[in-house]
């Protein structure tokens, strides 16, 4: 048994050694233009890393503007969610995007509290609330309340108005219920727009929007059709009418009257007045005596 398989191993050799000359040959029969179209198809697989996006915090110079910094705030935590920082990494990445007068707050902050014997701010949530307190005003909340409770649709489109509905309402924060929600927005929009969607059936806060647009658009047409429609300008009697052109001629500067009177030659007086009559016309005559 043991001269059998000591047989057979040497011709198991001899086959793969075989194979491996017949794959050699196979690869050596390919074409040149072959070969470099499997490298290239190979090198150009796509990779599906989120992680690979360059994305950087945009800078902030420290203006004293409520809603630059609260837009600031908002793309800065949304793009900590999307690369996944680490809480102890926030604050070192935005320092580091700080510019001018916010970087010079940020490095006298750091000194004072030093000299007061304090540790160093290390989470983002207590840098971001100094910041706060920094760039909004102490009444920012309460006045944007006081916008939004007295906001009207004046001379804004419903496109506007909306916008700035939702804008006041998300920096409010508020968490009213949505039918209060939908009846602020019917109150302070324009009463003709209004009185029509309140006719209508809706049950959320889009369908309402939705509502409003489609009336304002429906009387912007109507109002152009009007206008398409209108009669061309009638001149005033007495005055000449051009063809072709609707606009009434300027008076003349030199009045004419409007009744006149035809002259008339003086009389003499008479010499002899009439004397009465003493019979009157009126008076019957008897003739029978």
Not at 59 to 79: A, C, H, M, S, Y
Not at 195 to 222: G, I, M, P
Request: one cysteine or more; proline letters at 8%.
């Amino acid at each position: 048994m043991k001269q059998k398989k000591k047989l057979q191993e040497p011709s198991i050799q001899i086959g793969v050694e075989h194979r491996n000359e017949e794959e050699a040959r196979n690869a050596l029969s390919f074409s040149e233009e072959d070969v470099p179209f499997e490298r290239t198809r190979r090198r150009t697989r796509p990779t599906f890393n989120s992680n690979g996006f360059k994305v950087q915090i945009p800078e902030f110079e420290g203006k004293l503007d409520p809603d630059e910094f609260i837009e600031w705030l908002q793309t800065v935590e949304r793009i900590f969610e999307f690369k996944e920082i680490p809480e102890h990494k926030k604050v070192k990445i935005v320092a580091l995007r700080l510019r001018k007068y916010s970087s010079l707050w940020s490095t006298n902050l750091n000194a004072k509290r030093t000299r007061e014997r304090k540790s160093r701010i290390a989470t983002w949530d207590k840098m971001k609330a100094k910041m706060k307190a920094r760039v909004l005003p102490s009444t920012y909340v309460q006045d944007q309340y006081m916008l939004f409770h007295h906001l009207n649709q004046g001379k804004m489109s419903v496109e506007e108005y909306t916008c700035e509905f939702e804008k006041l309402m998300i920096k409010c924060d508020s968490h009213e219920p949505e039918e209060q929600t939908m009846v602020r927005y019917l109150g302070g929009l324009d009463p003709r727009i209004a009185n029509v969607v309140e006719l209508q059936a809706y049950t959320t806060f889009e369908e309402v929007c939705v509502l409003a647009h489609k009336v304002e658009q429906q009387r912007k047409s109507r109002m152009n059709v009007r206008d398409s429609f209108k009669p061309y300008l009638v001149p005033n009697r007495g005055q000449p009418f051009n063809k072709g052109s609707t606009t009434p001629q300027p008076k003349s500067s030199t009045p004419f009257p409007s009744n006149p009177q035809k002259t008339q030659a003086p009389q003499r007086p008479l010499s002899n007045p009439p004397r009465p009559n003493p019979y009157p016309i009126n008076q019957r005559r008897c003739y029978k005596c």
